[in-house]
């Protein structure tokens, strides 16, 4: 995982630099609720077969996402609200895009996977997690090295689907995208269960 951890690193530093610009007022909070806000532009867009333009919408929304966690570590605003609204505000946008793209291009048992995995995920946060800390155990809160990965994948995968209307080859570059999407979703899962530890 060295080569996805200097991939990381690299993103970051670069964007530490961008927020640094940023005026008050725009919180990591901010950043990520405007991600959410595009949602309904975007699945308009689909919906009327607008499919360059959701593109960019899209690829707007998750260089938000790209910027609300740098922000948030450059002005010592990181929560435990903000670390789980994150993620979620991936799954938010990702899952209804996903569904309305993949349902055509997609093997149902790939797009099942993933939505059963992503499911796990919001599961592990907003259900086992609190369990966790009533029991007096410690679990990892926000997403973790394999999930950043999957994410990035999910991301590219969806970028493909967006090309789908017109090429044909593009329906297959996503298929293989998103196999990789699901590896790491599942260990994702795995390491969030095995940093579950007794305080």
Aim: glycine share 4%; charged share 15%; proline share 5%.
């Amino acid at each position: 995982m060295k080569i996805f951890d200097t991939i990381f690193e690299i993103k970051e530093e670069n964007a530490q630099k961008i927020v640094r610009h940023f005026p008050v007022f725009v919180t990591p909070n901010f950043l990520t609720w405007g991600r959410i806000l595009l949602l309904p532009l975007l699945l308009i867009l689909i919906w009327t077969n607008l499919y360059i333009t959701a593109l960019i919408i899209f690829v707007f929304a998750y260089l938000l996402d790209f910027l609300d966690g740098p922000l948030a570590r450059a002005r010592g605003q990181i929560t435990d609200f903000g670390a789980l609204f994150d993620p979620f505000a991936d799954k938010i946008i990702f899952l209804p895009v996903l569904l309305m793209l993949g349902h055509k291009a997609l093997a149902i048992p790939i797009l099942a996977t993933i939505f059963i995995l992503e499911i796990i995920l919001i599961i592990l946060a907003l259900i086992l997690r609190p369990i966790a800390v009533k029991l007096k155990f410690k679990i990892k809160l926000g997403a973790n090295i394999y999930g950043k990965t999957k994410m990035f994948f999910q991301v590219m995968g969806v970028i493909f689907l967006f090309l789908t209307p017109y090429a044909g080859l593009f329906t297959q570059i996503a298929c293989i995208i998103f196999l990789f999407a699901i590896i790491f979703a599942m260990a994702s899962i795995i390491e969030h269960i095995f940093s579950i530890r007794r305080k």
